[in-house]
């Protein structure tokens, strides 16, 4: 089993940043593709980003250019750094990590979830 714990998550005005991290157990994120997701009241559950457990990453669309994944392999933790941040980006976020080499920004591909850290952006 992989337990993940989400932590960074905060309120800030629009055009600031965050840095979300994503602290794993069970398992060590090398092996794992690991991802960003987020989901806002009345919305589905949306793609950030994924790194892959070669170092590959992806974004959605919305984000690049502003948001950068990252992982240390050492601490076993996952990272989203949330710059030049929008009113459309607040939501909750969670890490989500599965044991495979490929990875795509589909919550359904993901096996393992943490709780959640909010993230509120004032206009």
């Known amino acids: 089993e992989v337990h993940l714990v989400e932590s960074g998550g905060g309120s800030v005005q629009t055009g600031g940043s965050l840095r979300l991290s994503c602290a794993a157990s069970?398992?060590?994120?090398?092996?794992?593709?690991m991802g960003w997701f987020r989901q806002s009241p009345g919305k589905e559950r949306e793609g950030v980003a994924y790194?892959?457990?070669?170092?590959?990453?992806d974004y959605a669309i919305s984000v690049k250019g502003r948001f950068a994944i990252s992982k240390d392999n050492a601490k076993n933790t996952l990272y989203l750094q949330m710059n030049t941040l929008k009113p459309e980006d607040a939501a909750m976020y969670y890490c989500?990590?599965?044991?495979?080499?490929?990875?795509?920004?589909?919550?359904?591909?993901?096996?393992?979830w943490g709780q959640g850290t909010q993230v509120t952006v004032s206009s």
């Open positions: 989500a990590a599965d044991p495979r080499w490929w990875c795509a920004l589909i919550s359904s591909t993901y096996n393992y």
């Open positions: 790194i892959m457990s070669d170092g590959t990453t």
């Open positions: 069970g398992s060590t994120v090398s092996r794992l593709c």
